[in-house]
């Protein structure tokens, strides 16, 4: 299904037929996430929820949507953003050429405080360590923009993902290494990146999430490649 967003050859980007949820669905997980102060089903991401009317609380609040239902089924499991037209939303807000209605209003709760990046990470470490992403793009193309994703759907089929997807492992890389560096993702900035060092089980699931963080906002906030174009989620269970 076509859906929100023209890609850059003027065409709508392709999203699964499912997306968006239904308000009373996406509206429930809001509503969970903000409570707990970070994503149910993907406790690394840090969730805001300000209630006032600023420009600056109505950007965290379409954030806070955006994060919802990206991990609406799971880790960096759920619906693109580009199925809605929150980054619009977004852009309009930042450029000062609209005020959007803010997502439907859920219980705020405080924020943790956000962790800064180990001082150490730097580009080689981010190199060694970051996450095969266990795919390669351009899979059984149908002619329309999508080939077959790493992950296979409840209909047993793989799940179609774009064809640039998952990108070359230097754009990856790159990527990664400059939101490490930053402590949130350059493209996303309310999305803070964790990229721990050591061996731990925990440190290597936080070295997941950034890798996944930051494929979904390679392009621009909630723009990008899915999870599904990748093992990342299959590799994060398996820890």
């Known amino acids: 299904m076509v859906w929100a967003v023209n890609g850059a050859n003027g065409q709508p980007i392709k999203i699964p037929c499912s997306c968006p949820p239904s308000r009373d669905v996406f509206i429930d997980a809001l509503r969970k996430n903000v409570q707990a102060g970070h994503a149910v089903n993907n406790p690394n991401i840090g969730v805001q929820f300000p ?9 965290t609040r379409i954030t806070a949507a955006l994060i ?7 880790p960096g499991s759920g619906c693109p953003a580009a199925s809605t037209t929150l980054v619009a939303q977004q852009t309009a807000l930042r450029e000062g050429n609209a005020a ?3 997502p439907a209003p859920a219980p705020p709760a405080p924020t943790p405080d956000v962790a800064s990046p180990p001082a150490n990470s730097g580009g080689d470490d981010v190199a060694r360590l970051a ?14 923009g999508d080939c077959d994703g790493a992950l296979v759907g409840a209909n047993g089929q793989p799940v179609k993902v774009p064809c640039s997807c998952p990108p070359p492992r230097d754009v990856y890389i790159d990527a990664l290494r ?6 949130h993702a350059v493209n996303n900035p309310s999305i803070s990146v964790s990229f721990p060092l050591d061996d731990s089980k925990a440190s290597q699931s936080a070295r997941i999430t950034a890798a996944l963080i930051s494929l979904q906002n390679l ?8 999870a599904a174009s990748t093992t990342l989620l299959a590799q994060q269970k398996a820890l």
Do not use: H, M, Y
């Not at 919802?68 to 799971?74: H, P």
């Not at 400059?178 to 402590?183: D, H, I, L, T």
């Open 178 to 183: 400059k939101n490490v560096q930053a402590g």
């Open 100 to 102: 959007p209605a803010a």
């Open 68 to 74: 919802t239902i990206q991990n609406l089924n799971g």
């Open 219 to 226: 392009n621009g906030p909630g723009v990008g490649c899915p």
């Open 51 to 59: 209630v006032d009317d600023s420009i600056g609380a109505q950007i």
């Open 131 to 144: 996450p095969d992403l266990g795919f390669e793009a351009g899979r059984n193309p149908n002619g329309t």
